[in-house]
């Protein structure tokens, strides 16, 4: 009997360690990690920008088949204008479902009876074919998807072609205002420097969106098959976490961990993603605490007040100043 299909997407706010997570999740047999799918349509492919493989991903051995077998362009012409009209249709519906207007609603329809959206429904059809040519073309049973928006997991849930899963990976904000504020240098291959910054307004803003957007969407899945996960438990016991999300898949394999910190990360094939998706041999995984000594005081207090409800119901510790101030 062959294995059920599956596809797991992990949700949250951007540097909260998932590039590292869908990484390791990736090392499992049976699993494959495409990266950030979200970026699919209107940069990785329109783009070519370079694959986990080192390669564009018209002559990646993934990628471009599976661009042939789903969207119907073959890999000569998949740096051209063929490529471009197939993916606009795409793009275009993209935007329209998450547009803020629209966002509520596609976050409820995993549970519920969902207008008739032909916008919807494109992107549906064009994300389901990816999602199967990449299953047969690697021969894996389950894709992971960390496109981290909340978005794109309810395209997904609400497909209704595979069994879907959502990790909620978050992370403690004040951190992820810290890690914006560093430059992430990128491989030569990918023609940049570094990743971009980010100030902390805009990082608060992106923050606040992503956790309210999958306490929307939260609701409307299986609570069987959603998974909340703090960063920090992640990085503190890593084969533990990942053996708890191996458990809600119900897959029967342990964690693919040497040591309870260490794994082998082998060659990937993700389009987007933090830097980390280049790595490859023994990665050890520990927390990223530098926030801690470096944030600047005023900023750790403006997080706090900002984020006060949010840090409530994930765990986190609050200075005692922005509980007065919020009060």
């Not at 609570?223 to 703090?230: E, G, S």
């Not at 510790?317 to 007065?324: H, M």
Request: include cysteine; proline fraction near 8%; aromatic fraction near 6%.
């Amino acid at each position: 009997m062959e294995p059920r299909r599956k596809v797991l997407s992990i949700v949250g706010p951007s540097r909260s360690g998932s590039t590292i997570l869908s990484a390791v999740l990736g090392e499992v047999p049976g699993f494959f990690g495409a990266g950030e799918l979200r970026w699919l349509w209107g940069r990785d492919l329109a783009e070519q920008r370079v694959c986990g493989c080192q390669t564009t991903p018209a002559a990646c051995p993934v990628w471009s088949r599976v661009v042939e077998q789903a969207m119907g362009v073959s890999p000569e012409e998949q740096s051209g204008p063929r490529l471009a009209d197939a993916l606009q249709p795409v793009v275009s519906a993209q935007r329209e479902i998450t547009r803020l207007s629209n966002r509520r609603r596609l976050l409820a329809t995993p549970g519920a009876d969902r207008r008739h959206s032909v916008a919807l429904d494109v992107l549906t059809e064009a994300t389901v074919s990816v999602v199967d040519a990449l299953l047969q073309t690697t021969g894996a049973h389950t894709l992971i998807d960390e496109s981290k928006r909340p978005q794109e997991a309810a395209v997904l849930a609400a497909a209704g072609r595979f069994d879907h899963y959502v990790v909620h990976l978050v992370r403690d904000p004040r951190a992820v205002v810290h890690s914006w504020r560093r430059s992430k240098p990128l491989p030569a291959s990918t023609g940049s420097a570094a990743m971009p910054r980010r100030g902390l307004p805009k990082t608060l803003m992106r923050w606040l969106e992503n956790c309210s957007g999958a306490e929307y969407l939260r609701p409307h899945i299986d609570p069987r098959r959603w998974l909340p996960v703090r960063y920090e438990d992640f990085a503190a016991h890593p084969r533990a976490t990942v053996q708890s999300i191996l458990d809600m898949l119900e897959e029967d394999c342990e964690a693919p961990f040497t040591s309870d910190d260490t794994v082998v990360l082998g060659p990937n094939h993700y389009l987007s993603g933090n830097p980390s998706r280049f790595r490859t041999g023994p990665v050890r995984i520990v927390a990223d605490s530098e926030w801690q000594t470096s944030l600047p005081r005023r900023q750790r207090l403006l997080v706090d007040v900002a984020t006060l409800p949010f840090l409530l119901r994930y765990g986190y510790p609050v200075a005692g100043a922005a509980l007065r101030r919020a009060s």
